[in-house]
């Protein structure tokens, strides 16, 4: 027996046993792959990778997304021209290999009757906006109805507030006299 907590207790068992399931939606089968994006600029480059087990809708959404990012922003550099690009561009075509060869998960984003989200799809309840309300809004956001609240005042200009008096003009100064001195 462990002192430690009950969340900190691993399963036990070999890790081949465990199916991989999708990150994103927990799907089966899934398979372990990176997807990689590259930013080419001039002078620098950015490389921006996604890694996870993926079920083929959102590995294949992933290694789209990415590569089509790559097509448009990889080719602006001289070594993203020649190198980085074809071998991103290379990388998620092994990728998307792998995720075609899956079979599909059968778990649908929408459900094909309404097009609303299927129940257990998706993040937990509570994550993201709430939903929206409809209808008018609640009493404590209506505006104030007229004549509500202090009456408007007129705008009283303070002393020695306005516009700057006129600059005037500054004594001559006093030049001492050029010449020999004795």
Do not use: D
Request: proline content about 21%.
């Amino acid at each position: 027996m462990s002192n430690l907590p009950e969340p900190y207790q691993q399963p036990y068992g070999p890790p081949a046993t465990r199916e991989l399931a999708c990150r994103l939606c927990g799907a089966t089968p899934a398979v372990k792959a990176t997807v990689h994006e590259h930013h080419g600029m001039i002078i620098l480059m950015q490389m921006v990778t996604l890694k996870g087990p993926f079920c083929r809708e959102h590995g294949m959404a992933a290694v789209k997304r990415m590569t089509g990012r790559t097509l448009l922003f990889g080719w602006w550099g001289v070594i993203s021209f020649f190198v980085m690009t074809p071998l991103t561009l290379i990388l998620n075509l092994v990728v998307w290999l792998k995720l075609r060869a899956l079979a599909p998960s059968g778990r649908s984003p929408l459900s094909a009757t309404t097009g609303a989200p299927q129940a257990g799809y998706g993040p937990p309840p509570g994550y993201g906006p709430p939903p929206p309300a409809y209808g008018p809004p609640p009493a404590a956001y209506a505006p104030p109805p007229p004549g509500y609240g202090p009456p408007p005042q007129t705008p009283q200009v303070q002393p020695g507030w306005g516009p700057a008096p006129a600059p005037q003009a500054l004594p001559p100064r006093h030049h001492p006299p050029q010449g020999p001195v004795a």
